[in-house]
T-cell receptor, first 109, second 112 residues
Framework: QKEVEQDPGPLSVPEGAIVSLNCTYS??????FMWYRQYSRKGPELLMY????GNKEDGRFTAQVDKSSKYISLFIRDSQPSDSATYLC?????????FGAGTTVTVRA | DVKVTQSSRYLVKRTGEKVFLECVQD?????MFWYRQDPGLGLRLIYF???????EKGDIPEGYSVSREKKERFSLILESASTSQTSMYLC???????????FGDGTRLSIL
């Protein structure tokens, strides 16, 4: 069993829709939780970083962490074609970063 | 904004060559990392460095070495390149413990 499981996708949504991305994990030692966005032929770009259970908002993005259920989510409101990318969840303990496999999202204009 | 710069976006080398991949960060970060990213396998950690001249093996160090002589620069070395090392290589850095990693744009390396 992988340490981090991410909903595989791909997802295709119309412009303006809410995008919901999910990951589960098995290692209860994970302390920090991140979401990265990766455009084609580019490196991952940090979107959200949090260490506590609950919600964190940044503009159209909301990260949700539920440590008791070992579950994290990313919501994108009012999605735009520019949000079309692969989204990676990641979680860490000390130096080690464990990634989900990524979900590819396409927002149709 | 954090800037992690990888010296080459695309590189083509031959089997058996010694290959150097360079990474520079401009934010005085303590820790630096090298990953490779392959379809179906995701990102895997090759080596990391928590300080100048210090290095630790990651999950897949075989066939690679690293060098960190200055704080801002972290080099990945393929001692004798093989076709199995064809991949996207990503460098990352972070300020220190409990901080997120920031990535460069990657080097797409092809070994022929």
């Amino acid at each position: 069993q992988k340490e981090v499981e991410q909903d595989p996708g791909p997802l295709s949504v119309p412009e303006g829709a809410i995008v919901s991305l999910n990951c589960t994990y098995s290692n209860s030692a994970f302390q920090y939780f991140m979401w990265y966005r990766q455009y084609s032929r580019k490196g991952p770009e940090l979107l959200m970083y949090t260490y506590s259970s609950g919600n964190k908002e940044d503009g159209r993005f909301t990260a949700q962490v539920d440590k008791s259920s070992k579950y994290i989510s990313l919501f994108i409101r009012d999605s735009q074609p520019s949000d079309s990318a692969t989204y990676l969840c990641a979680m860490s303990v000390d130096y080690k970063l464990s990634f989900g496999a990524g979900t590819t999202v396409t927002v149709r204009a | 904004d954090v800037k992690v710069t990888q010296s080459s976006r695309y590189l083509v080398k031959r089997t058996g060559e010694k290959v150097f991949l360079e990474c520079v960060q401009d934010m005085d970060h303590e820790n630096m990392f090298w990953y490779r990213q392959d379809p179906g396998l995701g990102l895997r950690l090759i080596y990391f460095s928590y300080d100048v001249k210090m290095k630790e093996k990651g999950d897949i160090p075989e066939g690679y070495s690293v060098s960190r002589e200055k704080k801002e620069r972290f080099s990945l070395i393929l001692e004798s390149a093989s076709t199995s090392q064809t991949s996207m290589y990503l460098c990352a850095s972070r300020l220190g413990s409990n901080q997120p990693q920031h990535f460069g744009d990657g080097t797409r390396l092809s070994i022929l």
